[in-house]
């Protein structure tokens, strides 16, 4: 009988990243390539000569890649939904009444 040697994976917890794309990124990019396939297909059924659909597509696809980096790593895994969350939250709290303090019950 051999000893068998396994490799612990020490990943676990970790966000899912794909060539420097973390967590949530990764869907974006799929969604953007998916919504270029069929913006190209829409363009080519018109009748656009194919050469200069597949320039724009090549120019869309750079600035979604770029941007999606640029996000990835401006945010990170959580910092765009927290910095979303945070437009959400008011600055100021007004009360007309001190009716709530008092335990006021209906």
């Given at each position: 009988m051999s000893n068998s040697v396994y490799p612990i994976n020490k990943g676990i917890n970790k966000?899912?990243?794909?060539?420097?794309?973390k967590a949530q990124y990764i869907w974006y990019f799929g969604g953007g390539v998916i919504a270029l396939l069929i913006f190209f297909a829409i363009m080519y059924i018109i009748g656009?000569?194919?050469f200069i659909c597949?320039?724009?597509?090549?120019?869309a696809g750079t600035v979604l890649v770029v941007k999606l980096?640029?996000?990835?790593?401006?945010?990170?895994?959580?910092?765009?939904?927290?910095t979303i969350a945070k437009r959400s939250v008011p600055k100021v709290?007004?009360?007309?009444?001190?009716?709530?303090?008092?335990?006021?019950?209906?």
């Open positions: 966000s899912i990243e794909f060539k420097g794309l656009i000569n194919s597949i320039g724009i597509i090549l120019i980096y640029a996000l990835s790593n401006t945010y990170g895994e959580y910092g765009m939904m927290k709290i007004k009360s007309k009444s001190r009716a709530v303090f008092f335990g006021k019950s209906s």
